[in-house]
């Protein structure tokens, strides 16, 4: 899945969440990295073309924001992954709460 590569970055994910506030500028995204502009650039196509951020241009600057398209899609696979497992982990749980079979002699054991 395009998205999980393009958020198996740390630095992608931080632009992630800073967008998560509000949509931002290119030049103001930058301002919060210690990379050059152009490798924020890059990032900001990696995940615009992985559907996570899209842009729109006023005047010269870039404006990006979240896509919430390409985060629902990620929360639709999750969504699956946790029907698939939450009855499964809630099984575990349960039997792991059951008491410890008594040490000692097993019924018909001899001795």
Known sequence: MEHFT???????????ELLGRGERAA???????????????????????????????DGQRR??????????????????????WAPRLDALEEELRKPAPAKGKAKGSKR
């Open 63 to 84: 404006i990006y924001e979240l896509n919430p398209e390409g985060l629902a899609e990620i929360d639709a696979w999750l969504d699956r992954v946790r029907r698939f």
């Open 6 to 16: 393009a958020l198996a970055d740390p630095t992608r994910r931080q632009i992630v």
């Open 27 to 57: 030049g103001e995204i930058a301002e919060g990295f210690a990379i050059s502009a152009p490798a924020v650039s890059q990032h900001l196509k990696v995940l615009r073309e992985a559907g996570l951020v899209r842009v729109r241009v």
